[in-house]
């Protein structure tokens, strides 16, 4: 793959391709985000550190951060699809703590990402959102995202069914 992202500065944060160093710390914004547990499907971060670590060195997927002087805020993971029928495609997830949500920070790592989409031959870039995570519905959507298709009742959050929403970008 091209590695053709520099580190860039987003106000106070440094957008920058996460290192095996950044394991720790991307497990800790992971978690702190996964506790809400109203925005990812997943309770417990799956990698030990080291695990962790050893995903980062894939070549095919990219691993960005936001990070605040010494605080990774901000995770967004780009995965290429890995059969030779769905190289064209990856799939995106992102997530950022809390009190740095609304500032901008997600729209610039997702443009960001897409960059890195187009510099590396991907033509469709995957996601999926909870139906009740609105605000980021509508960001997807104001920077290009479309749906694609709803699994509803999807996910049981607090007693509550919703569904998961499918969204598309096409890179074309």
Avoid at 34 to 49: A, K, N, P, Q, S
Avoid at 110 to 122: A, T
Avoid at 133 to 162: M, S, T, W
């Amino acid at each position: 793959m091209k590695d053709e992202l520099p580190p860039i500065k987003f106000g106070d944060y440094w957008i920058r391709k996460a290192e095996p160093s950044d394991a720790k710390e991307i497990i800790n914004c992971m978690q702190s985000v996964m506790d809400e547990r109203i925005y990812l499907v997943g309770e417990y971060y799956f990698y030990t550190e080291r695990g962790e670590a050893e995903r980062l060195k894939n070549p095919d997927d990219l691993n960005l951060l936001a990070v605040l002087k010494d605080e990774v805020v901000g995770v967004l993971t780009i995965q290429r699809g890995m059969y030779r029928k769905t190289r064209h495609t990856s799939s995106l997830g992102i997530a950022i703590k809390r009190r740095h949500r609304g500032l901008g920070l997600g729209k610039f790592m997702i443009n960001r990402s897409i960059e890195w989409c187009r510099m590396n031959d991907i033509k469709k870039l995957n996601l999926e959102v909870f139906s009740s995570n609105e605000p980021a519905i509508r960001l997807y959507e104001r920077i290009g995202f479309k749906i694609e298709g709803r699994k509803v009742g999807q996910f049981n959050i607090d007693g509550k069914f919703v569904d998961d929403i499918l969204m598309s970008y096409k890179l074309e």
